[in-house]
């Protein structure tokens, strides 16, 4: 089992950036792919980054490529979300997402765990 907790969402104006972190308690942080996605009001909820176990492969959605960065640190079973630039239609609540696997995915259904989420507001 993994409790996922994402910090660091805010209000901040466009062109901004914001730093999202995601703490992960459990054991074999270090086996397990993770990923951001996001869900706008009256949204579906999408995929954002995602990041394999190593750090090495990482997958960005169209829309935040170049803006955001995803990393990981292992030893303090934390994976992070840097987001540059940010724009009104960033604007969402941010979760955090495991795979019991260690190569990264963009489908929701391919994720075991989730956080709470964490609102990200862009005003113009």
């Known amino acids: 089992q993994v409790q996922l907790v994402e910090s660091g969402g805010g209000l901040v104006q466009a062109g901004g950036s914001l730093r999202l972190s995601c703490a992960a308690s459990?054991?074999?942080?270090?086996?397990?792919?993770m990923g951001w996605f996001r869900q706008a009001p009256g949204k579906e909820r999408e995929f954002v980054a995602a990041i394999s176990w190593s750090g090495g492969p990482i997958s960005y959605a169209d829309s935040v490529k170049g803006r955001f960065t995803i990393s990981r640190d292992n030893a303090k079973n934390t994976v992070y979300l840097q987001m540059n630039n940010l724009k009104p239609e960033d604007t969402a609540v941010y979760y955090c997402a495991a795979r019991k696997d260690l190569i990264v995915a963009r489908a929701r259904n391919a994720y075991d765990y989730w956080g709470q989420g964490t609102q990200v507001t862009v005003s113009s």
């Open positions: 459990g054991r074999s942080f270090g086996r397990y792919a």
